[in-house]
């Protein structure tokens, strides 16, 4: 997992970003979890926070990045309004009159961006936030379909099995009892 940093000199710059506290905070706290000793609990719990430390050092954009809201930027904003709006019916003209683009000009900019057109961006939300629903929620599939905008359940629920290779009916079946034990 974490070949490619291994020997590697990582040089971590200094900005107002960089979050160097938080990394030696981090450390800190796995040290402090080592001395009060050894057993099973504290073992797993430094090597999670181990995974995090090693993991903020190897995708360091990512980790910088989680802290600093860039309102400004055209991909973040985009995808703000579309989880913002993932129970209304949106076109790609409304997201890109959101960020002041035309729609062709949007379309081409965000593909490039993120290597998805913005509506299969944007249904894959859906899908997303409809699996939160099924693991969390008590509601039915007929009405999580309505509830994002899907008219049609079956239409609904061949869209998430093409997405999470699995139905609705299986995915709460198979999460939703974890959460709920």
Do not use: W
């Not at 997992?1 to 960089?18: R, Y």
Request: charged share 25%; aromatic share 16%; proline share 2%.
């Amino acid at each position: 997992m974490f070949t490619s940093i291994i020997g590697q000199i990582i040089n971590l710059e200094e900005t107002d970003h960089s979050r160097h506290n938080d990394r030696l905070q981090l450390f800190e706290e796995m040290y402090q979890n080592l001395e009060m000793g050894y057993s099973l609990e504290n073992l797993e719990f430094v090597s999670f926070n181990l995974i995090y430390f090693l993991a903020s050092l190897k995708y360091i954009s990512q980790f910088i990045e989680i802290k600093k809201v860039k309102v400004t930027d055209i991909i973040q904003k985009s995808i703000l309004f579309m989880k913002d709006n993932l129970e209304n019916k949106i076109t790609l003209n409304d997201i890109a009159q959101h960020v002041n683009y035309s729609a062709s000009h949007f379309g081409a900019y965000f593909t490039k961006k993120t290597h998805y057109a913005p509506m299969i961006y944007y249904n894959q939300l859906k899908i997303q936030r409809s699996c939160s629903y099924l693991q969390f929620s008590d509601m039915k599939i007929k009405e999580i379909a309505f509830r994002l905008g899907y008219y049609d359940p079956f239409h609904f629920s061949r869209k998430f099995r093409m997405e999470m290779d699995i139905s609705p009916k299986e995915y709460r079946k198979r999460y939703a009892k974890q959460n709920h034990t």
